[in-house]
């Protein structure tokens, strides 16, 4: 039975359970029996094999036994015990064992169950019987009887081998099944012997050269888990009560850590194992067995050189739960032990193999690392310290000695940690550990504290970071992004971990975080700020960051951490950029531009908001105004607080970045506040008047002073708009609301953007800072206002109007102002737009329609017709193909705007054309041409030496863009006023221009929706004795001239987005006149005119209709003339007779039929009268009939030969018919109609004709 058993036996078990039976020869029959007994395979090798087996074992059980013939039939579940003894022992189901391996959990625990229950019957009564031999059933094998289980029945002993070989099976789940049977079978019988059981593991499960490495491996893992059911069965602490010098804890300890060098893969869960044990025992039968077991102080002493982390595991663990020392872990741990000593920097040099090595578990981490962190920081650290820091982040609070000594050990335990193991030993080695060292940060997480975040997330971290999220197609990106994922998880709501982590992540990032990462990161941190006490810590947090210098990382992200050869991707945000401040003043620049807007999603209250405005604004005055002369710490007694500068000067482009910012935060505060007191009710929250106060006693401080040096000029308007600021806002708080107060109050916030403006653009702004306080001299004469010159005295009284001067003044200031200055304007204007002038009105409106280039392709003809140019203008629109090569850019820059005069003279050039001449200069002074021509030349200044600079039509477009603005404003306050004709009619002609599309889609779109959205759709419209009605015959007849007009075709645009846009204009360019003709009508009903007056507006209309009827190239559609008679009936009322008389003379019979459509609108309105107002109604009628039988007669003797156009004649003669006679006047028009055109209308109408006829007689 050599060689072909073992085969046989192989070929069994791999059918069976996988199980290794090489060293069970002799038993090959039994064996077979017992696993075809069981098997449910339906393969026909496994049927032949089952029948065999069966044969021999009745075969056998009839020579020794005649009393139970019927013990040869098949069981389901055979009985070993039973079969042979004559029924002296319980029964025993084996088909427990297919259980054992089932994919349910319940399953398992049912067959285990089921098993121990039948095993304890069976070895109860098998303890009861005194013949051994009997009781045995005659199945004592060879092998058997020194397999030191004599003591145990033969079914027990059958579980046993065969659950110890069902561990080595890898089908389903027959590992886990087999290993919970022999836990609950060890435990359950004592009579299982502890040696005999290791024992039979090794001989069951060898591994022998000749296995394969499949085979070899699943004999491994069966060993490891029979030995951990061993572990948890209890044996163990079983043995060790019954006798303390058991050595059955050692020889286990001992097999354990000879398997755990056997395979690399097999040392964690070999500790896991001996963990378990340990956990059982008590700390006597550790130091006793366990530390003392055979190989475990070789394998200690051994791996920190090999690398293993299993084995610092396990020494740790073993010390936690003895707490004493022992020199077995060898220097393995320190002796004595401390956490200092295990953290010191020579310890964790020395364990660092150990613990780089601990990757080999990944994606899960390895137990090593838990245990290492609560040591290193206990569990009870961070939610006490971010209690306290919470409550008393904002208030200075001592601690104990005790306390602070602790907090000292922890942090430099963990910056010890940080630096040589996550830093030193994982982020500069491979792809897998630098995926561990974040996942031991998100495990520090757990337990850290937030005044520890900066020690965690340090340069080095937020480097491989960067670098790891700047290339999105490599492996780590995702390991990256669960980072980010789970640190703003772990930050939830605590505004004390969030403003660590973004002072952390932004003060080693240089504050370019989230540019080179390409992520939302940080901003979306910051905008979750929630509270009053959140937002001071973190602005108190970004000041120490922006004048600690020290604290600012000067080195460049390290190339040797990049995750692949692609990953210089992530530092193109720093090629190119400075260095010689770069990354300080990255840094700075990121803190200016972070504090306000914290502001943009807080939702606070007016008092807490007003606080934390408050805080900013004093960071940016300090900061970005002044510098401290001496040192650079300055202390204000009057404002009892402390200013600290940066050690190094603040570089110019910062200071002009904070004013900036300044500005910027004054603009929204002016927008967003209210009126709304403080709880002391002394001041109201004015962040402006704030401001100026805390900026004066800042000037005030002796070794304080400005950041630049002011000239004369500049120093002299600072002085004057602060005076002036004062004086408005005592002015201010002596009203009690209203209109006055409005204005004051725009007027300050103006004059505070100017100062700010003053100081941060050297003598730009002196002159117009002047200008505004004289506007503010006049508008609010006080008894105390800032002293001035005679020189302003003088100008002053020279000076025209107060609102052309305020005009002028905001005017001026547009072109290069920022947008927190354009802000304040647009509210000064707002506020003072009431009173503004026409003159005032006209500056702003010749910019709209100012062009620096003149037209192209002038009209010839216009040149001689002075009166008709604004008609002209006006309707000049698409008159020529538009050259798309020519509507780019026109001109460079520099050759445009060499200097003011070179533009003041490119403009008096575009007069002499009749596009750029209308009446709208006729009403400007040669002062007011000049000061026009100025506001344009200054939009070019300093911009003609600047490299890459926008063109002169780009500025001009932006100027534009900002008058438009105003006018807008205007429009939205005085919707009633008359002035809203003159804005209608520069505004029309402006859009209607083809230059204005052609430089700029956004302008002509703009000026649209002006034009829609606040004259159109206006809750008023112009009213009063105001409004002329030749100037709504002017407007009314350049509408119907540019309904009427004829588009040409441009040049198809091979850029599709072009295409779609000149569609675009053309619809909306066809739908303005239409529009704008029905507003109009509407004032001209609202004025109720007299009929006699009324003539104009009928002349203008007829002349448009003989343009219908005479021309071609009329393009008015006579759907539009058809909702003009329906919306406004008295106009078609008075054309009536005209279009009756055209009708019958028109050449085309299109128009002619189109026309009857015009008569029928008419008709219908004349048929809806009744009563009183019916007769005036017949009358126009009956004046008309013979025009009308005229009409008649000309349509049935020159009938259209289309039958669609035919068809439209017969229903216009049918409803003649039937109007007629509803004012009873058809007999009339019937004596009117000749005898031949009766005749006719006989032949075409039939029975139609001849029943009116009828009806009338």
Not at 293 to 316: K, R, T, V
Not at 907 to 933: K, Y
């Amino acid at each position: 039975m050599g060689s072909s058993g073992k085969k046989k036996r192989s070929s069994a078990s791999a059918s069976d359970e996988h199980e290794n039976t090489n060293n069970e020869s002799s038993h090959e029959p039994l064996n077979k029996k017992l696993k075809n007994t069981t098997d449910t395979s339906t393969k026909s090798m496994e049927v032949k094999k089952k029948k065999k087996a069966f044969d021999k074992t009745r075969r056998g059980a009839e020579s020794k036994s005649n009393s139970e013939p019927a013990a040869s039939e098949p069981k389901p579940a055979l009985d070993l015990s039973s079969s042979g003894g004559g029924g002296s022992l319980p029964e025993f189901h084996i088909g427990v064992f297919k259980d054992l391996a089932a994919a349910s959990e319940s399953a398992r625990e049912a067959a285990a169950k089921q098993m121990v229950t039948e095993l304890k019957e069976v070895q109860n009564a098998y303890v009861g019987v005194e013949d051994k031999e009997i009781g045995d059933g005659g199945f004592k094998l060879e092998a058997e009887k020194n397999d030191g289980l004599d003591e145990c029945a033969p079914s027990v002993r059958y579980a046993i081998r065969r659950l110890i070989r069902g561990v080595s099976s890898s089908r389903e789940c027959a590992r886990q099944g087999f290993a919970l049977g022999l836990t609950v079978l060890v435990n359950a019988i004592h009579k299982i012997r502890v040696d005999s059981f290791l024992k039979l593991i090794v001989d069951l499960l060898e591994v022998t050269s000749s296995m394969k490495g499949q085979e070899a491996k699943d004999c491994l893992l069966g060993r490891l888990f029979a030995y951990g059911a061993l572990a948890r069965s209890g044996r163990l602490i079983y043995e060790w009560s019954l006798d303390k010098n058991t050595p059955y804890i050692k020889e286990f300890v001992g097999t354990l850590i000879s398997l755990a060098n056997k395979k690399r893969y097999l040392q964690e869960p070999v500790v896991s194992i001996i963990l378990d044990s340990i956990e059982k025992l008590p700390v006597e039968a550790i130091v006793s067995h366990v530390i003392e077991a055979p190989g475990l102080q070789e394998w200690f002493g051994s791996a920190a050189e090999a690398g293993n982390p299993d084995a610092l595991f396990l020494a740790l663990k073993i010390r936690e739960k003895i707490s004493a020392d022992s020199p077995i872990y060898g220097k393995l741990l320190p002796n004595p032990f401390s956490s200092s000593q295990l953290f010191s920097a020579d310890h964790l040099l020395f364990l660092s193999n150990c613990l780089k090595e601990s990757t080999f578990c990944q994606p899960r981490i390895h137990s090593i690392w838990p245990v290492l962190i609560n040591i290193l920081i206990p569990n009870t650290v961070p939610q006490l310290e971010d209690a306290a820091s919470a409550s008393n982040s904002l208030k200075k609070h001592k601690k104990s000695k005790k306390s602070c000594s602790s907090d000292e050990e922890i942090a430099k335990n963990l910056k010890s940690f940080c630096e040589i193991i996550v830093e030193g030993s994982l982020l500069f080695s491979s792809h897998d550990r630098k995926h561990l060292a974040f996942d031991v940060m998100l495990l520090l997480l757990q337990n850290l504290s937030a005044s520890l975040v900066p020690v965690v997330l340090s340069n080095k971290v937020v480097q491989c970071l960067m670098d790891i999220l700047s290339t999105n197609n490599t492996w780590l990106y995702k390991v990256g992004q669960h980072f980010l994922k789970q640190l703003s998880e772990w930050v939830g709501d605590d505004d004390v971990r969030r403003v660590a982590v973004i002072v952390a992540i932004q003060k080693h990032s240089n504050g370019k975080f989230d540019s080179i990462t390409r992520t939302k990161h940080v901003k979306n941190l910051m905008s979750q700020f929630k509270t009053e006490p959140g937002c001071m810590l973190f602005i108190q947090n970004l000041m120490n960051l922006f004048v600690n210098e020290d604290n600012v990382s000067e080195e460049p992200s390290d190339q040797s951490q990049t995750t692949d050869e692609n990953s210089e991707v992530g530092s193109i945000e720093d090629k190119g950029s400075p260095r010689q401040n770069g990354n300080s003043d990255f840094l700075k620049s990121w803190v200016i531009e972070s504090l306000p807007g914290i502001l943009k999603f807080l939702k606070l209250d007016q008092e807490e908001k007003f606080r934390v405005q408050k805080e900013i604004l004093k960071f940016m005055a300090v900061q970005g105004l002044c510098t401290a002369s001496l040192g650079t710490e300055v202390t204000s007694f009057e404002l009892d607080e402390k200013f600290r500068w940066p050690k190094s000067p603040t570089s110019n482009a910062l200071c002009k970045m904070c004013i900036e910012q300044l500005q910027l935060l004054l603009a929204n505060a002016h927008k967003g506040e209210g009126s709304h007191p403080l709880s002391n009710g002394l001041e109201p929250n004015d962040l402006g008047s704030y401001f100026m106060k805390f900026f004066s006693t800042l000037c005030n401080i002796p070794s304080v002073s400005l950041f630049r040096t002011l000239d004369d000029e500049d120093e002299k308007a600072m002085k004057n708009l602060q005076a002036m600021e004062t004086k408005l806002s005592r002015e201010e708080r002596s009203h009690d609301g209203g209109a006055n107060a409005n204005k004051l109050h725009a007027l300050r916030y103006l004059l505070i953007q100017l100062l700010l403006q003053v100081l941060l653009v050297p003598r730009e702004y002196s002159e117009a800072a002047s200008e505004l306080i004289i506007c503010c001299k006049k508008a609010f004469s006080t008894s105390d206002i800032p002293e001035s010159s005679g020189d302003d005295d003088a100008e002053a009284d020279d000076a025209p109007e107060l609102m052309d001067v305020l005009v002028d003044t905001l005017l001026s200031l547009l072109p290069q102002s920022s947008a927190p200055m354009r802000s304040a304007i647009d509210q000064v204007f707002k506020y003072f737009c009431n009173d503004v002038t026409d003159d005032g009105l006209m500056r702003m409106l010749r910019v709209i329609k100012k062009n620096l280039k003149p037209a192209r392709h002038p009209d010839a003809g216009s040149a001689d017709e002075d009166d008709d140019d604004e008609d002209e203008d006006f309707i000049n629109i698409e008159d020529e193909e538009i050259d798309q090569a020519e509507t780019g850019e026109t001109g460079e820059s520099d050759g445009l705007t060499d200097d003011s005069e070179s533009v003041v003279d490119a403009e008096e050039t575009s007069l002499d054309h009749p596009e750029d001449s209308d009446d709208s200069d006729s009403g400007m002074d040669d002062d007011a041409m000049f000061r026009m021509d100025t506001y344009l030349a200054q939009i070019f200044k300093e911009k003609k030496n600047q490299a890459g600079s926008e063109t002169a039509h780009s500025q001009l477009l932006l100027f534009k863009l900002r008058i438009l603005s105003l006018l807008e404003i205007f429009l939205h306050e005085n919707p009633g006023k008359p002035q809203v004709l003159t804005v209608f009619s520069h505004l029309a002609r402006a859009f209607v221009n083809p230059h204005t599309a052609e430089v700029s889609e956004q302008l002509s779109q703009r000026i649209w929706g002006i034009l829609q959205k606040q004259i159109f759709k206006a809750k008023d419209y112009p009213k009063g004795d105001g409004v002329q009605l030749s100037t709504l015959e002017s407007l009314l007849e350049r509408n119907l001239k540019l309904a009427s007009k004829p588009f040409r075709k441009q040049k198809s645009a091979s850029n599709p987005s072009k295409q779609s846009a000149a569609l675009n204009r053309q619809k909306m360019v066809s739908s303005f006149p239409q529009t704008s003709t029905f507003w109009i009508l509407k004032i001209v009903d609202s004025r109720n005119f007299s009929e006699s007056e009324l003539q104009g507006i009928v002349q203008i209309f007829e002349k448009t209709l003989v343009d219908y009827f005479d021309s071609k190239k009329s393009q008015i559609k006579a759907g539009f003339l058809k909702e003009i008679f329906r919306r406004r009936p008295w106009i078609g009322h008075a054309v009536l007779g005209f279009i009756l008389e055209r009708c019958g003379s028109a050449k085309s019979d299109f128009r002619r039929v189109k026309a009857l459509d015009l008569v029928m609108e008419i008709l219908k309105t004349l048929a809806t009268g009744s009563g009183e107002g019916q007769n005036p109604l017949k009358k126009i009628v009956k004046n008309n009939l013979d025009k009308l039988s005229h009409v008649m007669k000309e349509l049935v003797t020159n009938m259209p030969s289309k039958p669609a156009r035919k068809t439209e004649v017969h229903k216009f003669c049918v409803k003649v018919f039937e109007i007629l006679s509803k004012h009873k006047l058809t007999k009339y028009l019937l004596k009117t109609l000749e005898p031949d055109t009766q005749a006719a209308l006989e032949a075409q109408l039939g029975d139609k004709f001849v029943s009116l006829k009828k009806l009338e007689k």
